[in-house]
């Protein structure tokens, strides 16, 4: 949960007691236990066609990729336990695939090792004997 969600649920939070659900069925009280109808609703009038629900979770994947996160960071966050299953929401874009090929030049004021891979080590000193 990022913090802009995280203060979206203390605002709906606000008036509510601990045992109180954040989304309430106005027909019962009790918990929503679907969301189809709201979501329906909801692009209705917000006058967008086309979109489903899993459509989010697409754009969810592909919005992470594009911010630079690794497929395994994705997958995690996606709850998926084999990253075959990640390749089929993020997707590639233009703009990630030209950064990705930039952060390989050869110009050393740009390209610089991450240090992930191997640890730098200082420098030994080497003695050569005639």
Not at 43 to 63: N, Q, V
Not at 111 to 120: L, S
Request: one cysteine or more.
């Amino acid at each position: 949960m990022n913090v802009e969600v995280r203060a979206a649920f203390v605002e709906l939070c606000k008036n509510k007691s601990a045992d109180n659900y954040v989304f309430a069925s106005p027909k019962t009280d009790g918990r929503l236990k679907e969301v189809k109808k709201g979501f329906k609703t909801a692009l209705r009038i917000a006058s967008i066609e086309g979109l489903r629900w899993h459509d989010l979770r697409a754009t969810f994947g592909t919005r992470l990729g594009e911010a630079g996160y690794d497929g395994f960071t994705i997958a995690q966050l996606m709850g998926h336990s084999d990253i075959r299953m990640t390749a089929r929401y993020v997707r590639g874009t233009e703009r990630n695939k030209r950064a990705a090929v930039e952060a390989v030049r050869l110009d050393f004021q740009v390209a610089r090792h991450n240090g992930v891979t191997r640890q730098e080590q200082p420098p030994t000193a080497v003695a050569v004997s005639a």
